[in-house]
């Protein structure tokens, strides 16, 4: 009976902060409007990622693996269903392959004749696709 109980709380300790987790997963996936935080599984946790930490997403398949101040989390959503839920005016779409978001760029710079290079405020450098590019011109002047 001792190794029983144990056993049930070692359970209930592992099952009632994922229940919590998964309410807000849910309730957030439902809300109306932009996303303000994703869910990503980190070992046996559900970790909360908001938004405005997040500096670009990537395609990686079918999953997105996003890229932010705490880390890189790995997420099955597509990219289309991600533009679709996050906020425009924060977020855009510059490959089919990349989501950036606008506070975390740095600067904007020629790669080649028609393609920019985005500079994230981590470093790195994301290649905006040809229409991308000039969209970013356009939104750049």
Do not use: C, M
């Amino acid at each position: 009976r001792a190794r029983f109980a144990t056993t049930l709380d070692r359970l209930r300790s592992r099952l009632s902060p994922a229940a919590v987790s998964d309410r807000e997963r849910a309730r957030a996936a439902l809300e109306p409007g932009p996303l303000q935080r994703l869910f990503a599984r980190q070992g046996d946790r559900i970790v909360p990622i908001p938004t405005a930490s997040i500096l670009h997403i990537q395609a990686q398949g079918d999953y997105a693996e996003v890229h932010g101040s705490a880390g890189v989390f790995l997420i099955h959503v597509s990219l289309a269903e991600l533009i679709a839920r996050l906020d425009p005016s924060q977020f855009v779409q510059v490959h089919r392959s990349h989501i950036v978001n606008w506070a975390a760029v740095v600067h904007l710079k020629p790669h080649d004749e028609r393609r920019l290079a985005i500079t994230l405020r981590d470093g790195s450098v994301v290649l905006a696709s040809r229409a991308a590019s000039e969209d970013l011109r356009r939104r750049a002047r």
